[in-house]
């Protein structure tokens, strides 16, 4: 393990209220060091960024730029690491696109819901399918819940993201039990109430 400690060094710098919370900036690091929180872009691993920039040409809002400020040095060795561990699990792509997805805890207004392909998948789901990043998640913004351990009907939320959102497609992964109805059901009474034609598909998974 090497230290690290801190020098005067470039790395980016991101406006918060120009951020739209697209994510194609977390796209286009290659180190990791952005990540979305709550709807906007934040630098979350100083200590990856290596200054050169690869995030700026794709940001829609010009929300990013350089800024030379005394910070952690760069951690080539975390760097390298992860490196190696993605090249090792090339098949293996993480495929969410934001934080939280706690359906509970999402803020209905985010950036990341406008114009999006929408799954609502039940907290078991990912469980159940070796390969559900791929197969359902991508392309996709991701949120997740269990009305039955959260005690709460869905709808209301839901109903306010559709429209804030423009949300132009749902897909709802369910698990084949009767509790995991009401997720389902609820993204199907919240397009009714926002009263706007949404394509909704629902897809039961099974334990084999």
């Not at 690290?4 to 919370?21: A, L, P, Q, S, V």
């Not at 929180?37 to 700026?56: I, M």
């Not at 399918?129 to 819940?145: P, W």
């Not at 559709?162 to 109805?181: A, D, F």
């Amino acid at each position: 393990m090497c230290y690290i400690g801190y020098m005067i060094r470039k790395i980016i710098k991101i406006d918060e209220e120009k951020c739209n919370g697209c994510g194609l900036c977390v796209q286009a690091c290659r180190e990791g060091a952005i990540s979305l929180v709550e709807g906007k872009a934040k630098l979350t691993h100083e200590d990856y960024c290596d200054g050169l920039g690869n995030c700026l040409p794709v940001c829609p809002e010009g929300a990013i730029d350089f800024d030379e400020r005394e910070t952690l040095e760069l951690n080539v060795e975390a760097i390298e690491e992860n490196s190696a561990e993605n090249n090792e699990n090339t098949q293996l792509t993480n495929e969410l696109r934001q934080w939280p997805i706690q359906i509970k805890l999402v803020p209905i207004n985010a950036g990341y819901f406008n114009n999006a392909d929408l799954l609502i998948a039940a907290d078991c789901a990912a469980y159940a399918c070796a390969n559900f990043h791929k197969k359902y998640m991508k392309g996709k913004i991701t949120i997740i819940g269990c009305p039955k351990l959260d005690n709460t009907d869905y709808t209301d939320k839901l109903t306010s993201i559709l429209e804030y959102g423009k949300i132009k497609s749902i897909t709802v992964v369910r698990m084949e039990v009767p509790c995991c109805s009401g997720i389902a059901n609820a993204a199907i009474n919240a397009v009714k109430s926002h009263g706007k034609d949404i394509p909704v598909e629902v897809v039961s998974l099974k334990i084999i």
